[in-house]
């Protein structure tokens, strides 16, 4: 059974740098095609993609906010973290981490995700 | 202001079909076969409902189906239950830098 659990800070202070921490079982980073990514939605809004990194630990980021993102994956600790920096109250939204799996492109997996907000 | 435009709302009485357009461009939904479509319920975490434009995982009954014809997709729900009610959004590959695109999604409301 596959799941992913997102971890981090709440409340987040405007220009602070935002670090999320997924942790993730059943299955392996190290698994050729998996990968592991993050996904917002701003209270009723749309839902966002900002970034993937792959088992091979190819990257790829939104390019509207390529600027401020960092992932990186510990697969000892089946772990994989999302940095953003220079956080704005328009960033305030739900953050989901996401699996996608070894063929296709597409998210078969979501943590519960983990509400953000950005505020002085 | 999303990527791929979805229809606000649709509505349904129980028992029949609604459909769901999701239109794109050619660098997305006309150019890959890699539209996906999810179900979310409010508070809740989406839900994959199709994947590779007509695919079903397991354990998503066969009344969801999801098909493509030039830049757009569709998602049809054939024999409306109440508990279809929820936000259905489409996702589509947009090549190795965009990655992947959403639409603004849309609430189906059952009557």
């Known amino acids: 059974q596959i799941t992913l659990k997102e971890s981090g800070p709440t409340l987040v202070t405007p220009t602070q740098t935002l670090t999320l921490t997924c942790t993730f079982s059943?299955?392996?980073?190290?698994?050729?095609?998996?990968?592991v990514g993050w996904i917002r939605q701003p209270p009723g809004k749309a839902l966002e993609w900002l970034a993937l990194?792959?088992?091979?630990?190819?990257?790829r980021y939104s390019p509207s906010l390529k600027s401020r993102l960092t992932i990186t994956k510990d697969t000892s600790k089946n772990q994989v973290v999302l940095t953003m920096t220079t956080m704005d109250p328009v960033d305030t939204a739900t953050y989901y981490c996401?699996?996608?799996?070894?063929?296709?492109?597409?998210?078969?997996?979501w943590g519960q995700g983990t509400l953000v907000t950005v505020s002085s | 202001q999303s990527a791929l435009t979805q229809p606000r709302s649709v509505s349904g009485s129980p028992g029949q079909s609604v459909t769901i357009s999701c239109t794109g461009t050619s660098s997305d939904v006309g150019g890959y076969n890699y539209v996906s479509w999810y179900q979310q319920y409010p508070g809740k975490a989406p839900k994959l409902l199709i994947h590779d434009v007509s695919k079903w995982p397991s354990g998503v009954p066969n009344r969801f189906s999801g098909s493509k014809s030039g830049n757009t997709a569709s998602l049809t729900i054939s024999g409306l239950q109440a508990e279809d009610e929820a936000d259905y959004y489409c996702c589509s590959y947009a090549g190795i830098d965009t990655y992947w695109v959403f639409g603004g999604g849309t609430k189906l409301t059952v009557l």
């Open positions: 990194i792959y088992w091979d630990d190819d990257k």
């Open positions: 059943g299955f392996s980073l190290t698994t050729s095609g998996v990968g």
């Open positions: 996401v699996h996608r799996p070894t063929s296709g492109s597409y998210i078969a997996y």
